[in-house]
């Protein structure tokens, strides 16, 4: 371990991150306790390695707010790049998470004040990208929880194009939508995430998880969560399940559109006598009894663009049955059931009471209606056209992001399995992207994924032999050889898809005779 580090005193490690080690450190000049925040010599190789971690320090120590980790110093040390920064006693908040330790009115208060060294941050045009439970640091102050916000590591100061557009830097699983989808966030793309953080704080686990990334950003892109039992909401207003609709829908424009606003709500809802959002109408009026069960069969992701709009949607015949034929409608997270005397808590109900509904439902059933079925279209007709599927990527853009892929391949190898998933949604018998998915995977560890991309690429008639065709294939096989990092079983699963001797020490990495070998 390091025992120095520039002008400052290394006292112990303190953990490790992605791009490198954080240690307690003390500058000996007047005695104060800092975290040195180091970067991977292998990760710092790269020009793009350096200029992210420069950002962070340029981005952040713009920063001065109670709830912003401070930075005070950055530098270069016998090769080593280091960001000296605040350090803050306590725990990180994805451990208190984990050890559930928080009541549902304590995580408020931790995220409502999230929002406010964001809604400062934001006002200087810097935008974290990255905000997580492991990236908010909490201390208690007396009685009070005191929560920072830090590793600006991945931020983007508005306006800079150093990362290029279309790449993915952050956490899957707080991603929001758009992010996935176009590479360009904004700031609502951060209070997507702290609205992420909210739902696994009440309910002990993620909205949007899954065995497999392609699960998470499917579901992240399409899917509500589940909804919330009553007894996720003690001590707080009931009503926190329409602020959690509001910060996880799917459409920006249906969020909440500052981070001022959405602490505002956070601090309301820890009043449990908090009535709700303002202008948001009870849920009772939508007539969600009367959608059509064949409705089921609609795939969900012709819908998601306006999945959130729904729970924001007036009463009215004409808007609910506008969308009485979409799938289930998506549902005011996790509220009790409404009590039939008491209208003002009806709006977390996700079934609306059989009293308040049966009206529209015969209405249109009724023998009139049935007369003049024969002339109608089955189902009723829409009143308007579905929406358009987006245009399918054109071979060059699939490349152009394959390119990019490759790049982040070191450093950022989720952004470039996300990159990948994408291109194969369109392109499914692309070999480059099973290739690189695959290379994606080992560095990141997750080994066992790996066979199951293998056999998805054969469904659609690609050969494992074609990937051997491709530099970051054969250079991860190459380290393979050296490493011997595959368990037994992922190993021997690989070997039975690639000519024989491939993997063995020693080896060449072979390539198909029909086929130049060709770089990522």
């Known amino acids: 371990m390091l025992h120095t580090l520039g ?27 800092v975290a040195l925040k180091t970067i991977h010599r292998e990760a710092a190789q790269g020009a793009e390695a350096r200029d992210r971690f420069a950002r962070e320090a340029r981005a952040a120590g713009t920063l001065n707010h109670p709830n912003l980790v401070t930075i005070h110093e950055f530098g270069e040390a016998d090769g080593v790049l280091y960001l000296a920064m605040e350090y803050v006693p306590g725990a990180d908040l994805e451990a208190m998470l984990r050890d559930r330790v928080l009541a549902p009115v304590e995580a408020l208060d931790i995220l409502a004040q999230v929002c406010d060294g964001l809604a400062y941050a934001h ?21 009070r929880l005191h929560a920072k916000v830090m590793d600006f590591g991945i931020a983007r100061v508005a306006g800079s194009d150093m990362t290029g557009t279309g790449t993915l830097l952050g956490t899957f699983g707080y991603m929001a939508p758009e992010y996935l989808q176009t590479g360009r966030p904004d700031p609502r793309s951060d209070l997507f995430a702290v609205g992420v953080i909210l739902y696994e704080a009440l309910a002990g686990h993620r909205p949007f998880d899954g065995d497999t990334t392609a699960t998470v950003l499917y579901k992240l892109v399409n899917e509500e969560p589940a909804p919330l039992p009553p007894s996720d909401f003690r001590g707080i207003s009931p009503q926190a399940g329409l602020l959690l609709a509001k910060a996880l829908a799917k459409d920006p424009a249906q969020r909440f559109q500052s981070a001022e606003a959405m602490a505002k709500a956070l601090r309301d809802a820890m009043d449990p006598a908090w009535a709700g959002l303002a202008g948001t109408p009870p849920t009772k ?90 002339t109608s279209p089955k189902p009723a007709p829409k009143p308007g056209p579905a929406p358009k599927a987006p245009p399918r990527m054109t071979e060059e853009e699939a490349a152009e992001l394959l390119n990019e892929a490759g790049r982040g391949l070191v450093d950022q190898p989720q952004g470039s399995l996300a990159l990948c998933d994408r291109v194969l949604r369109d392109h499914p018998m692309n070999p480059r992207a099973y290739a690189l998915k695959v290379t994606a995977l080992y560095g990141l560890g997750r080994y066992q994924e790996m066979p199951g991309v293998l056999d998805a690429g054969k469904e659609h008639g690609v050969k494992p032999v074609q990937y051997l065709a491709f530099g970051h294939f054969t250079a991860m096989l190459r380290e393979e050889r050296r490493e011997r990092r595959l368990p037994p079983d992922v190993r021997e699963s690989i070997l039975a898809e690639l000519p024989v001797g491939t993997l063995r020490p020693g080896a060449r990495a072979l390539q198909p005779r029909f086929q130049r070998p060709s770089r990522d």
Do not use: Y
Request: aromatic share 4%; proline share 13%.
């Open 123 to 143: 006002q200087k045009g810097v935008l974290h990208r990255d905000i997580k439970p492991s990236n908010i640091r909490v201390r208690r102050d007396g009685e």
């Open 7 to 33: 002008r400052f005193n290394i006292l112990k490690r303190l953990g490790q991150g992605a791009m490198g080690e954080v240690f307690l450190g003390q500058d000996p000049a007047i005695g104060r306790e």
């Open 285 to 374: 009026v939508l007539a969600r009894p009367t959608v059509p069960s064949g409705s089921q069969a609609t795939p969900r992701r012709k819908v998601w663009p306006w999945a959130a709009a729904l729970v924001l949607l007036g009463a009215g015949g004409a808007g609910a049955w506008a969308w009485a034929h979409r799938p289930a409608p998506v549902r005011v997270i996790s509220l009790p059931e409404p009590e039939p005397a008491a209208p003002s808590t009806s709006v977390s109900s996700p079934v609306v009471p059989s009293a308040t509904a049966p009206a529209p439902a015969e209405s249109r059933t009724s023998p009139k209606t049935e007369r003049v079925e024969p």
